[in-house]
């Protein structure tokens, strides 16, 4: 998308995040742009999940206000000790993708710990090239970039970790019951919250260098947004909207505080910690991979984050990559 284009809507978003009435000739004045012209850029913010409507005589609205993510705000919710870089991107495709450009082209640049999160995210996406979807000013989107020395091997378990750190960051908020389902993915009243979505850079041996996605329901729009599951949001469950940057910077911060730890130890000693938010603790469930079936208990995870599945055979462990796990 034009660098143009990303700006105009920047700013109209940032105009109505107010949750106030704004006419389309007001608007058209701020950004310095035709009504129809600016018509245009709230049907493209509509479609990117924008709950927007407009009343005529008066102009646009959002359903709810809500407040713009900014670096300096979450900055100031962080403890200053972590001098890694919290960016803010108006409009990008994915957080991952541009993470995955960033270490590509800049890797020298790059800090333990930097993140960059997206307003507005234009192809999210998810495990096996599924899109996540993500509402304009809904959502939390971001990428955080760690590396581990060690190689591949020394991130097993990593993504187990990472729902464990946002699991612990809505703590704070009143979340607190938030459970796991493996290997990637945050359950709230039995419904899909948050989805973890983890790439590498950097071949066997040597430094991996990894991109940790996090994607967070905040608050849905009403009505249909069909994501293709169900799914949960924090504001539906708390019955009012946390601040997005306060909220960001506390999952950041608990990814701050247990990734050394997880690059020091492994994923070994945090597995008590998953099985007690395992969705399907002791459940059956079913493991697809292709189009095989495999169905037994969970019994948890072992110290390289691979999932326990008991039969009458015994246990067999799984690894993450292409499997999917389903309640029975
Ligand atoms: P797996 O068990 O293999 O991880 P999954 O369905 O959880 O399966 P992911 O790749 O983790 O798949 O996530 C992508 C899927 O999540 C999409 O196919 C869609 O069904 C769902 N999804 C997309 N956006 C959202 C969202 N905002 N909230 C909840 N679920 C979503």
């Not at 972590?82 to 993708?97: K, M, Q």
């Not at 999160?117 to 234009?122: D, K």
């Not at 399907?280 to 072992?302: C, P, T, W």
Request: net charge neutral.
């Amino acid at each position: 998308m034009r660098q143009a284009s990303k700006l105009i809507r920047q700013h109209i978003l940032a105009l109505l995040s107010d949750g106030q009435f704004h006419s389309g000739e007001a608007i058209a004045q701020q950004v310095r742009l035709s009504r129809t012209a600016v018509a245009g850029h709230i049907t493209q913010l509509s479609d990117w999940g924008l709950d927007v409507f407009k009343v005529k005589g008066k102009g646009y609205r959002l359903d709810r206000g809500f407040s713009l993510l900014d670096a300096d705000s979450i900055r100031k919710h962080l403890d200053g000790t972590n001098r890694a870089v919290v960016d803010v991107e108006a409009v990008l495709p994915s957080t991952n993708t541009e993470m995955k450009k960033r270490i590509a082209n800049n890797r020298e640049d790059l800090a333990n710990g930097d993140v960059v999160l997206a307003e507005v995210q234009t192809a999210g996406r998810g495990r096996h090239g599924r899109s996540w979807l993500a509402p304009v000013g809904g959502s939390l989107t971001f990428s955080m970039y760690w590396s581990f020395p060690d190689g591949y091997q020394s991130m097993a378990g990593l993504s187990l970790l990472v729902g464990l750190a946002v699991c612990e960051g809505l703590k704070p908020f009143g979340v607190d019951d938030a459970q796991l389902k493996w290997p990637n993915d945050i359950y709230l009243q039995g419904r899909k919250l948050a989805g973890v979505l983890i790439e590498v850079e950097g071949q066997i041996g040597a430094t991996t260098h990894s991109v940790i996605g996090v994607g967070l329901n905040v608050c849905m729009p009403d009505g249909q947004y069909d994501v293709g599951q169900p799914y949960s949001d924090v504001s539906s469950f708390l019955g009012h909207t946390p601040d997005r940057n306060a909220l960001a910077a506390s999952i950041i911060q608990s990814l701050w505080k247990m990734l050394p730890e997880f690059t020091q130890t492994g994923f070994g000693p945090f597995t008590p910690h998953w099985e007690a938010l395992d969705l399907y603790a002791d459940k059956r469930i079913v493991l697809q991979m292709g189009e095989k079936r495999f169905s037994g208990i969970d019994r948890g995870v072992d110290a390289s984050g691979a999932l326990l599945v008991e039969t009458q055979d015994g246990i067999t462990r799984f690894h993450g990559g292409e499997v999917s796990l389903r309640g029975q």
